[in-house]
């Protein structure tokens, strides 16, 4: 299996009117650096090899596709699979990033990684391969999200990063990008190990590339196993970077729909989601063009999710650019559909999703029984669920 394809648009930083890069002159020659260094990489068979070797005996790749036959039978229509990157080590989608770029660093001649997490599953993922390569690792973390995430809080400290607390702002994941984006502004001779598909060209196009093989497994499994494509492949959204590693394995099958997921949280009409896509505008953040929910001064609004990991008001801009030339559909489900849904795959399957993931699952409960019992919907499962135990737990008592 090869990961190192490199779209023509994305080494330009833009899919359609979004992406770029629009940072302060003392980032343009570091995120230069950093683009032409992975260009290079990208075409190295060495660094493919030694990538894939990790996937398989560091991570666990591929990871398995499961067929959810006790929760089909009770929704009935439709067949649900999903592709599990809830058993990577770290235990969720991020690792496959957090390892392509450290060894971009390592290439580089960089020591020391500075990171964001919302859902404290990219700060887990940097800091292991931190420990794995011998670098420094500094993870910045909204002071909300410090607390409702302390077991992954826990596991980053265990493994010798540094978790600075960001109590400015709402002191979530948007708060936390912008910290580390300062951080590396400061010191650009760092490593900034962006854990999602958005940020300042190169980063959509690089964190793309090494989610990819998301999709490039799970078409290659249904294949297998099917012998045809999934009628729809389905993930939660919130930077975006599950849901295009899954997407991008068939964005060119147009007999395949494809649908993201992002979080009404308490409703749309309450203003207390942070659903970019659903009912955002483009507009700029964190240094790119995409799509963005701005507050009556233009200003990225403050944002609101369950879901440490969803709540950040931009998304990719790949995703922005599927929305408007209409091959994705990107749709909302709320906070109370979520936990529906977390529960559901609980006690049916023995699988305790991650919240984030739950969101695309909620959306496959509803989807499911108005598909016909031949055609099969296929769920990014992102994460596992040990992260939220606590938050779960405190909201039934």
Known sequence: MTVTTVDNAAKKGYYGAFGGRFVPESLERPLEELSEAFLEAASDPEFEREYMRLMREYVGRPSAITECL??????GGGRLFLKREDLNHTGAHKINNAIGQALLAKRMGKTRLIAETGAGMHGTASATVAALMGMECVVYMGAVDVARQAPNVSRMKLLGAKVVSVAQGQGVLKDAVDAALNAYVEDPETFYLLGSAVGPAPYPSMVRHFQS????EARQQILD???RLPD???????GGSNAIGLFSGFIDDASVAITGVEPAGKGLETGEHAATLVVGSPGMIHGFKSYVLTDENGDPAPVYSISAGLDYPGVGPEHSYLKDSGRATYVAVTDEEALD??????RTEGIIPALESSHALAYAVKRLPRMGSDEILLVNLSGRGDKDMDQIMALEK
């Open 70 to 75: 006790n929760l089909g039978d009770k929704l």
């Open 232 to 238: 729809e492949i389905v993930a939660c959204v919130g």
């Open 341 to 346: 849904a977390f529960h559901l795959l609980c």
């Open 213 to 216: 093989i998301i999709g490039k």
């Open 225 to 227: 196993r099917e012998d």
